[in-house]
């Protein structure tokens, strides 16, 4: 049973003033992410050092009350939002990049740098860190490796928790663990870097993390492809690779979302188009990364129903395109609707299949589905816009959500491939994730949590 009174009591004696927030208006801040979903917590704390945090979780832990962990609030399945009530606690004010160890290419940096920061920083070390998702001027990196985020290069360097060497935890007891280190390899006993990295803050608190960097790539050229046809634009994907390319991006947005990104930036695009493909290589070598871009280009106009195929000129246009990517999702947004998402993932040869399947999906003329994403991954972000107010068009998007959702396992899929499971997935999970698998993550939770206080309500139905 939560004793709150006695909580605060104890927060006042090794916290300030103005770590600790009990008004309404300043919890609102704290109380949503960006799924536009609100849960008010009781108290908000923001620790300024782990030995705080560790305070914190100790006597969370001794007065029974709920801690989710927070970053750039920022997550798209609700995971930094207090379901439970009890105490925010907000990592914003750890903002320390440590250590950028040029010699070993190692940074350690503190959970609540902004995504953004970090790279700005690699750069003048020539130095390069991969993993850097869209939500970038926003998002934290603890945030980053507690949803063990994706991001548009993830089809060449892989995702977040290829990058994560060593961690600085601090657990529900608030006990302090240090697992892995600078290493590039380590086997010594079970790999709980993995296993916190995508644990979405329900098993410890990160306060700390070491990452491995790349040396930055010199050269990249990026294509921009239209098509009249959008399941043939999942095709391009399986040509390019065919042809023993692995480009850095394959990324893909529909007719949909390229109509919401020109009202949204204001810019020229080619609205019937009913596809837009962005395909980026990199590498060190002008000379290589040149001759995959020039054959690439004519592959891609070897596909059917391609009606345009252009190489940015120059670094200004070829940023020019990524900003059609990037803001897709905040463009789908300002359409005023509500909206679901469905973050699916198949292998991605079903690529083409899952996109044709989508698209034929029936729904009246008040829905609207908009898809784009990671198509190099087989990673889309199918967008279901709908008024919540509305009774049939909230009972249809639910249809529609859960009708993508067991195609995608039929198709051998994950109801997630990025985002995390949150509160927005975790009804559908027992879809994917067969009973004995969820009995034992369910024994991994009560191994570290057996209170249940850290970041409750969140991956399993209660
Ligand atoms: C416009 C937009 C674009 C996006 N693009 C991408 C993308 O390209 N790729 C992608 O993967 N995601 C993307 N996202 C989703 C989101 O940005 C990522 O999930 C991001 O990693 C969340 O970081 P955050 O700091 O905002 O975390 P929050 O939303 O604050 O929290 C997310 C989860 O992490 C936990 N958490 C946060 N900090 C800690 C910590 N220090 N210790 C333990 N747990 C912690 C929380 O409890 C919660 O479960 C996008 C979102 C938006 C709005």
Redesign the pocket.
């Known amino acids: 049973m939560m004793r709150l009174g006695e909580f605060l009591g104890e927060l006042k004696t090794f916290l300030k003033e103005d770590q600790i927030i009990l008004d309404r208006e300043g919890m609102a801040h704290f109380s949503y ?2 799924t536009e979903r609100q849960f008010m917590p009781q108290v908000v704390v923001l620790p300024n050092n782990t030995e705080e945090v560790s305070k914190i979780m100790r006597c969370a832990w001794k007065y029974e009350v709920p801690v ?9 399945s609700g ?2 939002l207090p379901v439970k009530g009890g105490t925010v606690l907000s ?1 914003l004010r750890f903002k320390r990049i440590i250590e950028i160890d040029e010699k070993n290419m190692i940074a350690v940096v503190e ?1 609540g740098v902004i995504s953004k920061d970090l790279q700005e920083a690699l750069k003048a070390h020539n130095l390069f860190f991969p993993p850097d ?3 970038t001027v ?3 990196i ?3 490796v ?2 063990n ?3 548009t290069r993830a089809v060449k360097y892989g995702v977040t928790r290829d990058y994560v060497r060593g961690l600085e935890a601090v657990l529900p007891d608030g006990e302090i663990i240090h697992p892995g280190g600078k290493n590039a390899k380590n086997v010594a006993g079970y790999d709980l870097v993995s296993l916190l990295t995508g644990s ?2 329900t098993l410890a ?2 306060t700390k993390i070491i990452f491995k960097l790349l040396p930055r790539p010199a050269i990249r050229r990026t294509i921009i492809v239209y098509l009249n046809n959008l399941p043939r634009a999942a095709d391009i994907v399986l040509r390019v690779f065919q042809a023993g390319i692995v480009p850095c991006a394959i990324e893909l947005l529909d007719n949909v979302t390229i109509n919401a990104v020109a009202d949204y930036i204001n810019t020229p695009l080619r609205r019937d188009a009913e596809a837009l493909v962005l395909i980026e290589v990199d590498g060190h070598l002008e000379k290589t990364v040149n001759a995959e871009a020039r054959e690439i280009i004519p592959l891609c106009e070897s596909v059917h129903g391609v009606v345009e195929v252009k190489l940015a000129l120059d670094e200004e246009e070829a940023n020019r395109f990524w900003t059609i990517r990037r803001e897709a ?2 463009a789908l947004k300002a359409l005023g609707k509500d909206h679901f998402e469905a973050d699916v993932v198949v292998p991605h040869y079903e690529l083409p299949f899952l996109v044709k399947f989508i698209g034929e999906l029936e729904h009246g003329d008040a829905i609207k589905i908009a898809t784009f994403g990671h198509a190099g991954d087989g990673n889309l972000h199918v967008t279901i816009l709908y008024r919540r107010r509305n009774f049939t068009e909230l009972d249809e998007a639910y249809r529609l959500l859960e009708t993508v959702y067991r195609r995608t396992i039929e198709m051998g899929g994950s109801l997630t491939g ?3 499971v ?1 509160i927005t997935v975790k009804d559908y999970l027992p879809l994917q994730i067969e009973e004995t698998e969820m009995a034992l993550m369910k024994r991994i939770k009560t191994a570290f949590d057996p209170k249940g206080i850290l ?1 409750p309500g ?1 991956i399993f139905v209660d």
Do not use: M
Request: no cysteine.
């Open positions: 992410d960006a989710t962990p927070q970053g750039g609030r920022t997550g798209l995971g930094g990592l959970p998702p869209s939500s926003e998002s934290t603890g945030g980053n507690a949803e985020a994706g991001y979405e803050g608190v990160i999702l905040p990025e985002h995390g949150g970041n969140k």
